[in-house]
């Protein structure tokens, strides 16, 4: 019986061996240099561009939270940690604190109720939903100083909509901007109407992925319709609910243009947040030093807070 037999080795062949091998870490250093090079064409001026305009003028903010210094003097002088303990020593930041508290609670969990209620209901099969998807979504695009605006025709305790239409049934329009309670309760409501659409939209998206097929396994075993809500689709929202929580919580929190729009921090402070603050010390008082201190300690506190949504609510979302 026949054998297959190798062909004999030449000396051509033993050299090309070493050869060989000896090219291909040629070829893989050149393609990871290409690998590179595309990278750094590609990603190097977005790199840029935040190095630019957001890391180095955050670094700047934390040195200028170490000076003394008012916005337009030549000169500055080094207090250290003084800004920082001049703010947890005010009187009024502990009112500041829940002032900014309330606000980002009520427009982060409004939002997330209504926005997610809203995208059940544009998710039916109804007569000029698209149409309705537009609407909803509108007011997100609008310009916040545009819409204060508008909404402070609405609220005027005299010739406003909310006002007639509250006399109409008896009932006396409060003080909306007189009273901080209820000016607050004003800024809220405008904010929620202008950014529910962007969580409906996200939402809508997260129930248009829900698989059919689970929703009809459900039905099969006798689930009802807010049953088979609460116990498939919400879970399977979790990726998207955690994505929102995050960026909504932020969203709020660095609020700035309905407020000063429509109440300019007051009355008597009652809408003043921390986001507001830094503006007023910093351009109203010009006190850019202690401005800044303030930027810093709300910087950490966005940071703090999304480590614990990444490192504990994470860990209760299930991705697939």
Do not use: C
């Not at 969203?251 to 729009?261: K, M, N, V």
Request: glycine share 8%; hydrophobic share 50%.
């Amino acid at each position: 019986m026949a054998t297959a037999t190798s062909p004999p080795e030449t000396p051509a062949r033993r050299a090309g061996a070493p050869r060989a091998r000896r090219s291909r870490p040629r070829a893989h250093r050149r393609n990871r240099v290409r690998n590179w090079l595309i990278f750094a064409l590609l990603a190097g001026p977005n790199i840029a561009l935040l190095v630019v305009f957001t890391y180095r003028p955050l670094v700047q903010s934390f040195y200028l939270s170490t000076l003394q210094w008012n916005l337009g003097s030549p000169t500055a002088r080094s207090v250290g940690l003084a800004n920082y303990a001049d703010f947890f020593a005010d009187p009024g930041t502990p009112r500041l604190l829940t002032i900014t508290a309330i606000f980002t609670l009520a427009t982060v969990g409004g939002g997330m109720v209504l926005g997610l209620l809203l995208a059940v209901l544009l998710n039916r099969k109804l007569r000029f939903r698209g149409a309705a998807r537009t609407i909803v979504v509108a007011p997100y695009v609008l310009s916040g100083v545009a819409v204060g605006l508008l909404w402070l025709f609405v609220f005027d305790p005299n010739f406003g909509v909310l006002s007639a239409l509250l006399g109409a049934f008896g009932i006396g329009s409060p003080d909306w901007y007189t009273d901080p309670e209820w000016a607050l309760a004003m800024v809220i409501i405008v904010y929620l109407w202008k950014n529910v659409g962007y969580v409906a939209i996200i939402y809508l998206a997260g129930l248009q992925a829900v698989p059919r097929d689970l929703l009809e396994a459900a039905s099969l075993d006798g689930a009802s319709p807010v049953r088979s809500f609460f116990s498939v689709v919400l879970p399977l929202l979790g990726p998207t609910t955690f994505f929102l929580g995050i960026t909504t919580l932020l969203t709020s929190l660095q609020s700035f243009d309905i407020i000063r729009a429509m109440t300019n921090g007051g009355p008597l402070e009652g809408t003043t947040t921390m986001m507001y603050s830094i503006y007023l010390e910093g351009f109203a008082a010009g006190r850019a030093g202690y401005s800044s201190a303030i930027a810093t300690i709300l910087f950490l506190l966005l940071f703090v807070i999304t480590l614990v949504q990444l490192r504990f609510v994470e860990r209760k979302v299930h991705y697939a």
